[in-house]
Nanobody
Framework: VQLQASGGGLVQSGGSLRLSCAAS????????MGWYRRSPEKERDMVAT???????NYADSVRGRFTISRDKNKNTAYLQMNSLKPEDTAVYFC?????????????WGRGTLVTVSS
């Protein structure tokens, strides 16, 4: 399974960006899609996840500002990021947990850079 992430870029503090992650390849079903981020100061941390029934989970630092959603027909997840802060600057990675038959696998995208200027 390949993940194609897009939407990163440079934005001023308080601005918005929307990330997209499209999954393609052989898979029976997608269980979880999520966004993670890594900055020079931190390890890769979970930002937001969405499971098959639409249940979402957010890191405390982004709750209320970021929204994750998913288009099942397109196997695509989105991360709408509002009220961005300089501390949101990081490389954002998309992750998918999926099934092939009865086997559970996961895949990571390459990452897209988000830079928030103060």
């Amino acid at each position: 399974v390949q993940l194609q992430a897009s939407g990163g870029g440079l934005v001023q503090s308080g601005g918005s960006l929307r990330l997209s992650c499209a999954a393609s390849g052989s898979m029976s079903s997608i269980m979880v899609m999520g966004w993670y981020r890594r900055s020079p100061e931190k390890e890769r941390d979970m930002v937001a996840t969405i499971i098959g029934d639409g249940t979402t989970n957010y890191a405390d630092s982004v709750r209320g500002r970021f929204t994750i959603s998913r288009d099942k027909n397109k196997n695509t997840a989105y991360l709408q990021m509002n009220s961005l802060k300089p501390e949101d600057t990081a490389v954002y990675f998309c992750n998918v947990i999926f099934m092939i038959g009865i086997q559970v696998e996961d895949s990571w995208g390459r990452g897209t850079l988000v830079t928030v200027s103060s």
